[in-house]
């Protein structure tokens, strides 16, 4: 019987940017087919009464099996950094195709492709990172990857071995803008940051501790700035990754009332992290190094802000994932190495929707349409897989998160399925969790139980980005 679908989601209240609303969701072949109540018959049928269905997040900035600069390589890959996103209401990843210097970007996007097809678990794309864009990469590699649907890259301003100058970045931005690519930018004063980590080795101040006073928010305000400069002059569509503070979020503001075309992000470690937390005992702080690095009670409550006037267009996790106590983590280079030989980033894939639901819905600083644009819809649209992802509506992909909105949940690291040995976030107490999560129309995580092989998840080629929104 051609007509009998093959799940239904029966009674939950389902959540799209445009509203709630009381409906089934019927599901063939990995689409939804159907929308409105009593729907059936179907081979299979998941109670959501008392349950949000969301659209499936689109965790658009996360670290998988990619090779530092520094020769680390982060400790999830694409089956176990699939799990865990499942687990946490995920659907879809789009980490990087990071290049190193003297590598073809070409190559680099082979080579990524090769070690996530066998293992993916759940959807996926490519941004690229382009540290080294020379004449063949710019004009002959980039636009060939843009058209073949990898449509965002990366900059950096800052670190000795990726970072771009600004005439390569507006090189760049020139290719990007002519190909219809958005550019995310690690916006950091790369020669300040360097200014302040020599006087602090110079003053013995070596501990982690000491990671936030040699990149202050003076640094990322700068250049954020710059890069909303070099976006209004190329006329390129910019996205400013993992912004930490008020003032950089200002210098968004600014630079989008004189029509620059500049969108932003941030990620839950900023919303909740302060620098105390790097000043543990021992090393014990590294488990809070990230750049930029967290700031302060003021930046929490400016960040919360932009989350809630639309200043923020997407929330990320970037999930970067280097263990405690291992050879390729933070210990790379012992427990006495200085601050700056110390992998920066922190796990966040699973917890991201959680948290922002419950830090954000549960405690009214956020609709539940602003929620769902934040993790799902923004990001599909911006990178160009919407409405395919990011959306419950007829055609679309079946990736859904079915959330018990009134679960309570001490958060552990033995709850998480990454491959991590620690969560920055242990001891949180949240409401709210994602108890089912269907991918493609097959149910990879139920109450407890995860059900898929590695290898299910597909690489996503998208069209060019939608930044005009
Ligand atoms: N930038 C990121 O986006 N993630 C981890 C570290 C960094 O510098
Ligand atoms: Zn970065
Ligand atoms: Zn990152």
């Known amino acids: 019987m051609t007509d009998v679908l093959d799940l239904v989601i029966r009674g939950g209240t389902v959540v799209t940017t445009d509203g709630t609303v009381r409906c089934d969701v019927g599901i063939r072949d990995g689409v939804i087919t159907d929308l409105g109540a009593s729907l059936g018959p179907a081979r299979e049928v998941l109670d959501a009464v008392g349950r949000l269905v969301l659209p499936g997040g689109v965790d658009a900035h ?140 110079d003053a013995g101040k070596t501990g982690p501790r000491w990671h936030a006073q040699a990149r202050p928010e003076s640094a990322e305000r700068e250049a954020t700035a710059r890069a909303c400069f070099l976006a209004e002059t190329t006329g390129a569509p910019i996205l400013i990754v993992h912004v930490s503070a008020g003032s950089p979020l200002d210098e968004i503001r600014r630079a989008r009332r004189r029509g620059v075309h500049v969108l932003a992000e941030t990620c839950p470690q ?16 590294a488990k809070w190094m990230f750049s930029p ?63 922002l639901f419950s830090e954000g819905v549960k405690r009214g600083r956020l609709s539940l349409e602003r929620f769902v644009a934040l993790t799902s819809t923004n990001p599909a649209r911006i990178y160009g897989l919407f409405p395919r992802k990011g959306a419950i509506a007829v055609g679309a992909d079946a990736d859904l998160a079915l959330w018990d909105p009134e679960r309570e949940v001490t958060v552990t690291h033995e709850l998480l399925h990454d491959r991590m040995d620690y969560t920055p976030f242990e001891g949180m107490r949240l ?25 299910r998840g597909r690489l996503l080629t998208r069209s060019p980005a939608a930044v005009d929104q």
């Open 62 to 201: 996360c670290h998988i099996d990619q090779v530092s600069s520094t020769g680390l390589v982060t400790a999830d890959d694409f089956h176990s950094g699939g799990v865990s996103a499942a687990c946490g209401g995920t659907t879809t990843i789009i980490p990087f195709a990071a290049q190193h210097r003297g590598q073809s970007l070409v190559q680099v996007v082979r080579d990524y492709a090769a070690k996530a097809a066998p293992k993916a678990f759940i959807d996926y794309a490519f941004h690229l990172i382009v540290s080294d864009p020379t004449p063949t990469v710019l004009h002959d590699e980039l636009p060939q990857l843009i058209r073949e649907g990898h449509p965002s890259l990366k900059v950096y301003l800052t670190y000795d071995r990726l970072r771009l100058t600004d005439d390569q970045v507006l090189q760049v931005l020139r290719v990007a803008r002519r190909e219809g690519a958005v550019t995310l930018f690690h916006a950091e004063h790369h020669e300040a940051i360097a200014w302040h980590i020599a006087r602090l080795l």
């Open 431 to 455: 409401t709210g969790w994602p108890v089912t999560t269907v991918s493609r129309g097959e149910v990879v995580w139920h109450e407890g139980t995860v059900r898929g092989a590695p290898g």
């Open 270 to 285: 900023y919303l909740v992290f302060t620098r105390d937390d790097l000043d543990k005992p021992g090393f014990e702080g």
């Open 293 to 355: 690095p967290a700031r302060d009670a003021a930046a929490h409550a400016a960040l919360w802000e932009g989350l809630a006037d639309g200043t923020f267009d997407i929330f990320s996790s970037d999930h970067a994932p280097y263990r405690y106590d291992d050879p390729q983590g933070k210990k790379a280079h012992g427990e006495d190495a200085p601050f700056t030989k110390v992998p920066n980033g922190v796990p966040s894939l699973e917890l991201r929707l959680p948290f």
